[in-house]
């Protein structure tokens, strides 16, 4: 059973590029998170998805910034017209249907993007 | 709103015990999560607590107090590859989300 995949692992963008970052949840997992890390900061919060669902997007720059969860195929993060600020850690994390206990939540190894 | 708190960095020597500090503020609290992080890596789940007292995994344990917004991850027994952030994040009722402090950093030493 193979755990949240995301690609790619790193991304270099140039000021001003499309960035699209892509995460499979674990087998089973129908909700999507994704966070921001910076260097030496905490996860910050972005948006929480389920299958053709946005259920929670206040952590999401208002602009430039978007997520889609489609029916079929992986979880897109899409940052356009990158500036040098979107430079981070990207991860994302899965859990299964339904809410209460400590299972699920499971990380990517996330996608470092960089912007030149 | 919420607030987490946790110390930035801790030091500690190789077999020793440390305890990590985490105090929040939030509403509807539906549970508090412990994550360690290596450097470059993804979170790993440690301990989840959502009723009071006291939950031990092995060489971690984690404490929950509600009515004062605490708990503690405690580490016993360390070892060098123990050097590594550890994340506390809080649950709230209105929504599935994790809401992550800033993490601690704690190095081993010799």
């Known amino acids: 059973n193979a755990g949240v995949m995301q690609n790619p692992r790193h991304l270099v963008r140039r000021r001003g590029q499309e960035a699209r970052l892509r995460c499979s949840p674990m087998?089973?997992?129908?909700?999507v998170y994704w966070y921001r890390q910076l260097p030496e900061e905490g996860l910050k919060f972005m948006v929480y998805l389920q299958k053709e669902n946005i259920i929670d997007e206040s952590g999401m720059p208002k602009e430039r910034f978007s997520a889609e969860f489609p029916k079929e195929g992986p979880s897109i993060l899409r940052i356009q017209q990158v500036v040098r600020g979107d430079s981070a850690a990207y991860f994302c994390?899965?859990?299964?249907?339904?809410?209460?206990?400590?299972?699920?939540?499971?990380f990517g190894s996330g996608t470092r993007l960089t912007v030149v | 709103g919420q607030n987490i708190d946790q110390p930035t960095e801790m030091t500690a020597t190789e077999g020793a015990i440390v305890q990590i500090n985490c105090t929040y503020q939030t509403s509807g609290f539906n549970g508090l999560f412990w994550y360690q992080q290596h450097a470059g890596e993804a979170p790993t789940f440690l301990s989840y607590n959502v009723l009071d007292g006291l939950e031990e995994k092995g060489r971690f344990s984690s404490f929950l107090s509600r009515s004062k917004g605490y708990s503690y991850l405690l580490l016993k027994e360390l070892q060098m590859k123990d050097s590594a952030s550890y994340l506390c994040a809080v649950r709230t009722y209105n929504t599935d989300k994790l809401i992550f402090g800033t993490g601690t950093r704690l190095q081993v030493f010799p």
């Open positions: 994390a899965s859990s299964p249907p339904g809410t209460g206990g400590w299972d699920g939540y499971t």
């Open positions: 087998k089973g997992h129908s909700h």
